[in-house]
């Protein structure tokens, strides 16, 4: 039986501080899990201190006797600092997560040894049989948020849980939230209100590339801001990991103002003195947005949480919505290949659908946890099996209509007159909670200025309209593609395209919105051809420099890129050549959703 004392003295142990005491509950958690080996969920504030009750369990398990201790954690940057966390409780961790793949065999040797006290894996792997059979083990699930539907979902699925609530308050944390339609005017009035905060912060975006927009318009404001996502990389960083974790320390250690990131920087970051969190786009949750806010004014007295809304916002939303689970179609796609297969890779499945990897990955992760399943993945294969498929519509639609709800709540939260901190504790099913007294709605009156000067925007406009993008062309051919012109891996040197230039994305809040409306119309205007013009000569400068103008043209819109092509080409005083005639009226090369689709729609 471990005694309070003697686990306090780990907690000493694992702070450096031989002052250091238990806070309210942590104690009573521990013990729940190691003397009485329960099932519980602690739901705590961010910064409460759930490592702690999770890592010294561990080591008192382990001094036990006890095997190791696996970890379940969604994100990288959470993976890492709890490694650090560990070690300084003498705990061997170890992880295994997408960027250690070459570490997977060594790490899995030691754990077999019993040399990994913890090990820290991501969700997916759960998939592994090898997790699954883990009876009469005591669970500990944290989190800093969970309603009463979360709590029952977690009770369906664990059974008989102890279940631990401490308050959601945030005593140093001020909250206020704005609408502002137009990407510019938060560009502006983030460029007005940062330099005013004496600590360094995050804003965090719906998409990896408003990400590096915001954080390329900080910087050009004189703001040390960097953007970090799954995937950012950075000079001098060898690969993503790399890159993350340099942005993390560099914030940590205060030597940028501020992160802009996407929800790839979330639990597990732990900067106790960060001052301010902006969310340059609403989140699709009240949950969620919590978790994000609460990385502020952990151990500082005053910290602010500001919500902005764009006019983008719900659209992004919508395709998160739309795209989180598998249409019916996909699945039958693959169900049909994998019928007329004896096994398939994911690439071979990819080969033969149209279909994108990390769609049939999606697919496949679904149709593997239906029981019985009719998938099933054996000798490196995925093969099918003899069980019917017949999708849960009526699941599929009430959790959409619950991710609905949960965006409705959050609009919820920008218009309240209500205290937005009592606001977010009752969404989050505290029975009880106080005004906080010092958020926009307690004060009435903005915690910030939500005026934009005017030069300001008119530079943040011009800067959208001139965040281009560079277009990288494909170097290699898809395994099989163009066989009979005997292209085989890399494409030869002199058939390999340079990189280009995009002015815009489709419907993005640059040039988007119009080229989408004037496609409409039948034909582009003038502003866009002399908006392309500028880009080439002005930013792009390609070299060598293009001495003749083509394009690809359209059998259903005879009439609308060629036109535009012939004033670019103007424009630039270069002629303009009609090179390439289509023979074939083809589906649009935009509905390929793969490397393979993409070669085969273009062979006559």
Not at 127 to 140: G, I, K, R, Y
Not at 572 to 588: M, Q, S, Y
Request: glycine letters at 8%.
């Amino acid at each position: 039986m471990m005694e309070k004392h003697g686990a306090e003295l780990l907690l000493q142990r694992m702070l450096s501080n031989t002052s250091a005491t238990f806070r309210e509950g942590q104690w009573e958690a521990i013990d729940a899990v190691v003397n009485q080996r329960r099932k519980l969920l602690v739901v705590q504030r961010t910064g409460w201190g759930k490592s702690a009750v999770y890592f010294i369990a561990s080591k008192i398990f382990r001094d036990r006797g006890a095997g190791p201790t696996i970890i379940i954690s969604p994100l990288l940057a959470l993976m890492r600092n709890q490694v650090a966390a560990a070690e300084r409780l003498g705990i061997t961790a170890e992880t295994l997560n997408s960027t250690n793949r070459e570490e997977w065999q060594r790490i899995s040797d030691k754990l077999l040894r019993g040399g990994v006290d913890c090990l820290l894996i991501s969700p997916e792997r759960l998939a592994n049989q090898d997790f699954l059979e883990t009876a009469n083990t005591p669970v500990l699930g944290t989190t800093a948020t969970a309603n009463n539907r979360v709590v029952e979902d977690i009770r369906q699925q664990l059974g008989d849980i102890v279940i631990q609530r401490g308050t959601l308050a945030r005593e140093s944390l001020a909250l206020d939230a704005l609408v502002l339609g137009e990407q510019s005017s938060r560009l502006a009035w983030l460029a007005t209100v940062i330099p005013q905060f004496s600590k360094s912060g995050i804003v965090y975006t719906l998409t990896t590339r408003d990400a590096e927009l915001v954080a390329e318009w900080l910087r050009t404001n004189g703001i040390s801001a960097f953007a970090y996502y799954s995937g950012v990389t950075c000079e001098g960083a060898e690969d993503s990991n790399t890159a993350r974790e340099y942005l993390e320390q560099a914030l940590l250690a205060n030597k940028i103002k501020v992160l802009v990131a996407t929800t790839a920087l979330g639990m597990g970051f732990d900067k106790p003195d960060l001052g301010f969190v902006i969310h340059y786009q609403m989140p699709g949750s009240i949950v969620g947005y919590y978790q994000q806010v609460g990385r502020a004014g952990r151990a500082i007295d005053s910290a602010v949480g500001i919500l902005l809304c764009g006019g983008e916002d719900r659209a992004i939303h919508k395709f998160f919505r739309e795209s989180a689970f598998p249409a019916e179609a996909q699945i039958h796609e693959i169900l049909n290949v994998l019928s007329e297969n004896d096994g398939l890779t994911l690439r071979g499945i990819e080969q033969r659908t149209n279909l994108r990897y990390g769609q049939i990955e999606k697919a496949l992760k679904l149709l593997v946890a239906e029981n019985p399943s009719p998938v099933v993945y054996t000798e490196k294969l995925w093969r099918r099996t003899i069980v019917s498929f017949s999708p849960d519509h009526e699941r599929i639609n009430h959790l959409m209509n619950q991710r609905k709800n949960e965006l409705a709540d959050v609009e919820s939260y920008i218009t309240t007159k209500e205290c937005k901190m009592q606001f977010l504790r009752r969404a989050l099913d505290e029975p009880s909670a106080e005004r906080c007294g010092k958020c926009s709605s307690c004060l009435q009156h903005p915690l910030l200025s939500p005026d934009i000067d005017s030069g300001l925007l008119h530079a943040a406009n011009l800067f959208i309209k001139h965040a281009d993008l560079p277009l990288n062309l494909n170097k290699q051919v898809a395994s099989g593609a163009f066989t009979q012109y005997g292209f085989k891996g890399n494409l030869p040197a002199g058939l390999q395209g340079s990189t280009g230039r995009v002015l815009s994305r489709w419907g993005d809040s640059g040039w988007g919105k119009q080229v989408a409306q004037e496609k409409k119309t039948g034909r582009f205007s003038d502003e866009l051809v002399e908006a392309c013009a500028e880009m080439v000569r002005q930013r792009w400068n390609p070299h060598p420099e293009p001495t003749w103008v083509c394009c690809v043209p359209s059998l259903k819109h005879l009439d609308l890129v060629p036109d535009f092509a012939r004033r670019l080409a103007a424009k630039l005083g270069l002629p303009f050549i009609d090179a390439i005639e289509k023979v074939v009226d083809n589906p649009p090369q935009k509905m390929q959703q793969n490397r393979f689709g993409d070669a085969a729609n273009l062979l006559i």
